[in-house]
């Protein structure tokens, strides 16, 4: 369950111990959540199904404790090494700037106060916790006619 403004979710093997079909389910909800709330979600899966791996907007490879970035699908693929992939990168512009920026300590003074979590939870636990009762509330009200007609209907079969 997400409760509250997240904006980012950093997801780790979803998909273990669970079948294609329900993997697919919870890939297709997250991304529904991504798209409705502009969010960013970086979910590794180890082996998605082709229907899984196409409900992605971008895909970030991990060999050898290097990443490997494939950005034109437009070329044929053509097995490039990790070190040969991780020395292009380093030359490429972006590469270069990314490890220019990288190199200089950052600054905490500069950072928003808004952007840092001080507490344990930045939500109230209070809070969740009405979020979490609100939720069971409706769902006990929408269900409600069902159980009562239920308990209605053994009561009258017992009197036969």
Sequence with gaps: MIVGPTKTLFMDEISTGLDSSTTFQIVKCVEQIVHSTE???LMSLLEPAPETYDLFDD????SEGQIQYWADRSKPYRY?????????????HVGQLLENEFSVPYNKVRSHKAALVF??????RKELL???FDK?????KKNSFYTF??????????NV
Excluded at 59 to 62: A, G, M, R, V
Excluded at 136 to 140: A, G
């Design 136 to 140: 069971e509330w409706i769902l006990i």
């Design 130 to 132: 009405k979020v979490n």
């Design 59 to 62: 895909i970030i490879l991990l």
């Design 80 to 92: 490039i090494s990790v070190a040969e992939f991780a020395n292009m990168f380093k030359r490429f």
């Design 119 to 124: 507490k344990k939870y930045s939500v109230p």
């Design 149 to 158: 007609s239920g308990l209605f209907v053994l009561k009258a079969m017992s």
């Design 39 to 41: 969010a960013t979600v």
